[in-house]
């Protein structure tokens, strides 16, 4: 690594504006120089060569890279005589990793394992014995290209395959690993290692011949900014890192020199650029892959053509044109070629493509809403192959063109630090969630597969999907703007009323499905009756609730989780009760409990002191078993369970008699205890009991045996012996979060409901439950939940059985905002 020494150095040739292979050719001579200095005179009396290997024998040496050298003698005895280069090298401060091979070593380990083999490839010569140099080049060199070809060609697609299994499929991450990611300088290098083997070619001239020169070019232009890019996260992360992490995006777009524009910041317009450069990487790539592996493959391929129709064929296992002629004359026969490509789940060949992209000029405001047209767009949406087929034409060009609705938001950014990827590549992984929904035998994913079956209009479904964010170019509250927006989109549609009203309907509400059961009490007939009012039938709300899952699980891998699952669930069931009129009243209930448990006088003495609102979200088992523990709290003043849930969480129900601070109380146990709460419901009973239900998200994993005990000893100590849990200031890196509450004091009648979203640290929670104790304000319900180090929690809130207002809510603002406002580490 080279980065400690010339650090500030290759800093200022970066303000300067050198490109990335200029930047690397300059480093990578730095190390040769070094070593040109510590070799002895008279080269040719030496008795090894070197040579560079890795990202040094391939001069894209960046500032921590590492640095891999090989010797390379006619034989093992001359090791010692490499030995006095090593010892300078790391007195000079260089790590360096070494390796001594002779040519039948070479050879022996190269067949033997794949990365030695890549790493031979693609060695360097520096110096020492020429004459060993030639060895290596017409002896090992010839051999290593010459011979198994299909074996290493078919080993290095698989760990293609494998890497982007792990690394992700898409080449547009916010986050990206510009190294590792879809789209980066390893997909550049692995064309370069295929070409090599296949066809004996050295570094990029070789691949002129497999592509344009306009595309070549494109090519060469993304790899120097790869790793231009690269060169800048190791400066400013000051260590060997290749993820371009959100905290590092607007130092590097004022490294890079990019500002921002009156419509987008430095960092989007950054962003773009890499989308743009990932896109190009990956596109030509693949299409180097693609020829390598047919090259190889052992089957026998039919080389006949198949005719589809007039003006398509199938050669090769691929969809052909008749001649390219025919999309100037008449741009339907463009949409046409997808729904090809969706009726017979072949791909479109890669001159097609070419063809199609040089002719969507000819899809404008007049094409666009001819009938034809528009059929075969419904029919790829109802094809069964909608998410490839899509893909394939946002690719090209062709769904920006048709619906520019869309194309606006080609590599548009969202500022969320839950989402992976930008807003186009994000609502094409809807379509693709939702598609793997229908083929899928999970039993997980059981009544999410019976509720598509349902949905009579599909495609609408689809096109919502595609269409449910168009709102986020033309800024906040992106679900009224995708509202309007979609209203022009229908009349070139040409869709009749009672498809209009449902696919509006669905964009305009996409969102609100995750705002009640994530910011609200799913479990309040009044937040049922004011969902459902919206929703308005039961076919819509599966709609919502399938786009909602496919929205939600496409932010990113670990988004969507078994909590958010079944709180999801349980407010798509009631909803759905509600709406085919399965409502029950208090009365109904309370009849029927002590019907069940006549001789338990504990239940009707409980029953009789709760308010409405416990009813209707308690299970009649659940209140059984509160009621006996409400009775142990009046015997001794408190009682605790615990007990595990199906959905993976832990409950934690405690009963005693209520006074300011209880709940900051059971906070800060569970704080100090490291446990994360991610839901709180809480009630009070007629003569003054506190029935608090805690739901905890990650007690399995930290439970061990007397851990219930201990849990309970705390509790006990904290709640009724008064003792107190104090936090230090321990704040965490604030990662761009920006702080803010929100309050709703219109939804309910006797609640006020606060939201409240702040980087997460130790005693946060505490902190604002005791700004609500000493206000004397009253948490009847919240739900709590942490992810990223970003505190989401949103509060029900009343003072004397009514919402605040006036100067009692503008204190609790101030002091709350107090309490969360952000601290710079020090």
């Not at 190791?234 to 371009?244: G, P, T």
């Not at 450069?277 to 053509?305: E, K, L």
């Not at 946002?394 to 080609?410: C, Q, S, Y």
Request: proline share 2%.
């Amino acid at each position: 690594m080279i980065g400690n020494i010339y650090l500030e150095k290759i800093k200022g040739y970066l303000t300067e504006g050198w490109g990335g292979r200029l930047l690397a050719s300059y480093c990578t001579s730095l190390v040769d120089n070094i070593i040109f200095d510590l070799l002895p005179r008279g080269e040719k009396d030496l008795p090894f060569a070197v040579f560079a290997t890795g990202s040094y024998g391939r001069t894209e040496l960046c500032p921590f890279s590492d640095i891999d050298i090989m010797f390379f003698s006619a034989d093992m005895r001359n090791t010692d005589s490499a030995t006095g280069l090593l010892y300078g090298l790391w007195d000079r401060g260089l790590q360096v990793s070494h390796s001594f091979r002779t040519p039948r070593g070479c050879i022996k380990e190269a067949f033997s394992d794949l990365h030695t083999r890549t790493s031979m490839l693609e060695a360097r010569f520096i110096c020492g014995n020429p004459e060993l140099e030639r060895i290596y080049r017409e002896e090992v060199l010839q051999k290593l290209r010459g011979k198994k070809k299909r074996e290493y060609i078919s080993s290095k697609l698989r760990e293609i395959r494998e890497r982007r299994r792990k690394q992700g499929r898409s080449p547009f991450l916010l986050q990206p690993d510009v190294k590792e990611s879809c789209g980066g300088l390893r997909d550049i290098q692995s064309a370069l290692w295929l070409t090599s083997v296949l066809f004996k070619y050295d570094g990029f001239q070789g691949l002129k011949g497999l592509m344009r020169e306009d595309d070549y070019q494109k090519y060469l232009r993304a790899y120097d900014f790869m790793l231009k890019l690269r060169f800048v996260i190791h400066v400013l992360s000051r260590r060997k890192n290749d993820r371009l992490l959100f905290e590092l995006q607007e130092e590097t777009a004022d490294m890079l020199g990019i500002r921002g524009s009156k419509k987008f910041s430095a960092v989007e317009r950054m962003m773009r650029y890499y989308f743009i450069r990932a896109g190009a990487v990956s596109v030509f790539s693949d299409a180097i892959y693609r020829r390598c592996g047919a090259m190889v493959t052992r089957r026998r391929m039919s080389f006949g053509v198949s005719k589809i129709n007039d003006n398509f064929s199938i050669s090769k296992k691929k969809i052909i044109a008749a001649s390219d002629e025919i999309f100037r004359k008449n741009p339907v026969r463009i949409m046409e070629a997808f729904y090809v490509q969706a009726k017979t789940g072949y791909e479109l060949s890669d001159h097609l493509l070419d063809t199609i992209k040089r002719n969507i000029i000819y899809i404008n405001a007049f094409s666009r809403k001819k009938r034809e047209m528009v059929d075969y767009f419904f029919s790829i949406l109802r094809s069964g192959r909608v998410g490839p087929c899509l893909r394939s034409m946002h690719a090209t060009g062709v769904l920006d063109k048709f619906i520019p609705e869309f194309g606006a938001l080609r590599h548009l950014l969202v500022n969320s630090y839950y989402h992976e990827y930008p807003v186009d590549e994000h609502s094409l992984m809807c379509i693709e969630k939702l598609e793997t929904i229908e083929r899928s035998n999970d039993k997980t994913f059981r009544h999410l597969s019976d509720m598509f079956m349902d949905i009579h209009r599909k495609d609408l479904l689809y096109l919502a999907l595609l269409l449910h964010d168009i709102g986020k170019a033309k800024g906040r509250y992106h679900e009224r703007e995708g509202y309007k927006g979609i209203k022009n989109v229908a009349d070139r549609l040409m869709l009749d009323v009672e498809s209009r009203v449902f696919l509006e309907s669905l964009v305009k509400n996409h969102i609100l499905m995750s705002e009640v059961a994530f910011k609200h009490d799913v479990e309040s007939p009044d937040v049922q009756a004011s969902f459902a009012e919206k929703i308005v039938t039961v076919e819509r709300l599966k709609a919502i609730y399938l786009m909602t899952y496919a929205d939600m699980s496409s932010v990113s891998d670990s988004f969507w989780t078994r909590w958010r699952a079944s709180i999801l669930q349980m407010l798509y069931v009631k909803t759905r009760d509600y709406l085919r009129g399965a409502r029950v009243s208090r009365d109904e209930l309370i009849q029927d409990l002590v019907k069940r448990y006549q001789h338990i006088n504990e239940v009707k003495e409980f029953i009789d002191n709760m308010p409405d609102y416990y009813f209707i979200s308690s299970p009649q088992e659940k209140i059984r078993r509160e009621s006996i523990l409400y009775k142990r709290a009046v015997d001794e003043g408190f009682a605790i369970n615990i007990e595990g849930r199906e959905d993976g969480t832990t409950e934690i129900t405690l009963v005693l008699k209520d006074r300011a601070g209880v709940f900051s109380g059971i906070v800060s146990v569970f704080a100090v205890r490291k446990l994360n709460i991610i839901e709180a419901r809480l009630f009070t009973s007629e003569d003054g009991f506190a029935v608090d239900r805690i739901k905890i998200s990650n007690w399995n994993e930290l439970w061990w045996e007397g851990m219930d005990e201990l849990i309970e000893s705390d509790m006990r100590d904290v709640l009724i012996e008064g003792r107190k849990y104090y936090f230090g200031n321990k704040s965490r890196r604030n990662r761009g979060i920006e702080s803010f509450i929100e309050v709703d004091n219109e939804k309910l009648p006797d609640q006020t409901v606060i939201e409240i979203m702040a980087p997460d640290r130790e005693g946060l929670l505490y902190e604002v439950a005791e700004v609500f104790s000493k206000s004397g304000v009253n948490i009847t319900s919240g739900r709590i939940y942490t992810e990223q180090d970003t505190a989401n929690d949103v509060f029900y809130i009343n003072y004397i059985k009514k919402r605040l207002d006036g100067e009692l809510l503008y204190n609790l603002l101030g002091e709350l905002w107090q309490s969360i406002k952000y601290q710079k580490d020090i």
